[in-house]
């Protein structure tokens, strides 16, 4: 038993910040890392009591210390702000940065507006350029830490009317392999994840509008996503964040500047 517990909090007294954490894959992340054992600082919008159940229940679930810092990203002193008070709470600083916070825009390129392509720059690449570059000093001091960008299957393949979330997943891919290459050696590695579709409260609307709009159950909204995944499954958010959890272990010391794509087989066609 003693053996079981601690492989299972091989991250206690670790401190995790996780953007965009309040739902979906972030809130997954979150309770991953906490289970074995970090104090997660949360991120995010959402409606003020239901975060502060969230953050009171995973510090209690899983006996680890929890805040919640909220911001907009899109904006420096926010960023700089959600790390001063992070570090206020947690002055050992941050061992794990996951740069999840993301947002999707369709549009033909043609009709695609510039502020919403420079909003969405300055949360999914901007931010974790800021964030790590704050982060990764105390890493290296420490000679431990982990830098996980959530990043997309879209790093690797296209899709019409993505223009900019492709384009943004490819760099956040490309900042990847060169901070690992930075930190090469330090203790400190970089890694990107690349999920697929992933059935999040926003995957489950997007299919139900779909089941609408052609007459068909929500399955028929679910298989018309996931045409491109042969599984025909959508992705699950703990199967992404099972994936985190392991890149923050001893097994992946040497898993750096590299993706794990996680996307049902969709870039093997």
Not at 80 to 104: E, R
Not at 116 to 145: D, E, R, S, Y
Not at 198 to 223: H, M, N, R, W
Request: glycine fraction near 12%; aromatic fraction near 8%; charge should be neutral.
């Amino acid at each position: 038993m003693g053996i079981q517990r601690q492989l299972l909090s091989f991250l206690s007294g670790r401190t995790a910040l996780i953007t965009g954490s309040t739902s979906g894959i972030g809130e997954g992340v979150a309770k991953a890392l906490a289970s074995r054992g970090a104090n997660i600082v949360f991120n995010g919008f959402g409606d003020e009591n239901e975060i502060k159940k969230l953050v009171d229940n995973v510090q209690k679930d899983y006996n680890v210390q929890t805040t919640f810092i909220g911001g907009d990203l899109t904006k420096e002193k926010d960023v700089q702000a959600l790390y001063d008070n992070a570090l206020s709470k947690f002055p050992g600083g941050i061992d794990i940065l996951v740069n999840n916070a993301g947002f999707q825009n369709v549009s033909p390129l043609e009709n695609f507006p510039l502020d919403v392509f420079n909003k969405m720059v300055a949360v999914m690449l901007t931010a974790p350029f800021h964030l790590t570059k704050l982060c990764v000093g105390n890493m290296k001091q420490k000679g431990w830490g982990r830098i996980i960008n959530i990043a997309s299957v879209h790093g690797h393949v296209a899709s019409p009317n993505k223009t900019a979330y492709v384009a943004i997943k490819h760099g956040i891919i490309g900042f990847t392999k060169a901070v690992a290459i930075e930190t090469a050696g330090t203790g400190v590695t970089c890694t990107a994840m690349c999920p697929g579709y992933v059935e999040t409260p926003l995957f489950i609307k997007q299919a139900e509008d779909i089941a609408k709009k052609i007459g068909g159950t929500y399955d028929d909204g679910k298989k018309q996503i996931l045409r491109v995944h042969p599984t025909g499954e959508p992705v699950k958010v703990d199967e992404v964040s099972e994936c985190v959890a392991f890149l923050c272990s001893q097994a992946a010391s040497q898993m750096t500047g590299s993706s794990l794509i996680v996307d049902g087989g969709w870039v093997s066609h």
